[in-house]
């Protein structure tokens, strides 16, 4: 996990650099864990955030569940990425997989029965990953209503985290299950757009995510290599989408369909 004051300090502004010092010398890092090339950590602010870096290479993921929508990092990241490089974190996952050498098979199946049946979003990552079968676009967006629900005071303020979603289409895609990804991706742009009025803040999170799912969507569509009949019913998904009422995010899925279309060709 190689990270220095610089990076981090080029990965946002200085004003946002500036508070994530503070942030990080108030001690306002409340738990930091780390597994392989994962660091997950809370940190509080107005209220508690959730904060996810990955170290891939030499790239660096970071997300944060704070509605910051500003250029880079936000002061959550820094905090956490400076934590990071003054004391890394100790490699849990070594620990982790000794015990599971001396763990036998029913013990084994039992622990994660257990756990599938205390977390539902494990054990949609778990059927994504090992099933044969998924859920439809519905059953999706009917979770993702659920998300907003949970945010809505009346209105959502924040950024609401769907990296659940992604996950869930990530796994699929590395199964080539292309069009079982695709359906993840078209309930996350789907929902969030028919629930764009009920957003009165970060709105550069929900673009963001919403084109995450297009790109999704488009590479997941074109994977299948579908006939021209095929190709049309995909298409189609995206022009209903915007000629829905009220047009918000109509130019978005506009040049999402024109990408599509350019790429098929």
């Not at 602010?45 to 509605?67: A, H, N, W």
């Not at 905090?79 to 982790?96: C, F, G, H, K, Y």
């Not at 199964?175 to 757009?193: G, K, N």
């Not at 929900?206 to 999704?216: M, N, P, R, S, V």
Request: aromatic share 10%; glycine share 4%; net charge negative.
């Amino acid at each position: 996990m190689n990270v220095d004051r610089d990076t981090i300090r080029s990965r946002t502004t200085d004003a946002v650099f500036e508070r994530g010092v503070n942030y990080r010398d108030e001690g306002r890092i409340q738990q930091l864990d780390r597994f392989d090339d994962l660091v997950t950590a809370s940190v509080s602010g107005s209220k508690l955030y959730d904060v996810t870096v990955e170290f891939g290479g030499r790239s660096i993921d970071t997300q944060c569940t704070c509605p910051y929508d500003g250029g880079g990092d936000c002061k959550h990241v820094v905090a956490v990425l400076l934590d990071i490089a003054a004391n890394p974190p100790q490699d849990e996952s070594e620990r982790v997989e000794a015990v599971i050498d001396d763990v036998s098979t029913d013990d084994l199946r039992g622990f994660i029965r257990d756990a599938l049946a205390e977390h539902p979003e494990l054990r949609e990552q778990f059927l994504a990953q090992f099933g044969d079968d998924h859920k439809s676009v519905e059953e999706y967006r009917e979770e993702i209503v659920q998300l907003f629900e949970q945010h809505a005071d009346p209105v959502v303020f924040e950024a609401i985290d769907f990296s659940q979603f992604f996950e869930i289409a990530e796994q699929y895609r590395d199964r080539d299950r292309y069009l079982a990804a695709a359906t993840v991706y078209r309930a996350v742009f789907e929902e969030i757009d028919e629930k764009y009025n009920w957003i009165n803040g970060a709105y550069d999170h929900y673009a963001k995510t919403i084109q995450t799912a297009l790109d999704g969507y488009a590479d997941c569509v074109l994977a299948t290599d579908p006939t021209p009949e095929e190709f049309d019913t995909y298409a189609g998904v995206l022009e209903k989408r915007a000629t829905t009422e009220p047009r918000i995010n109509d130019e978005q899925f506009w040049r999402a369909l024109d990408d599509l279309e350019e790429r098929y060709e």
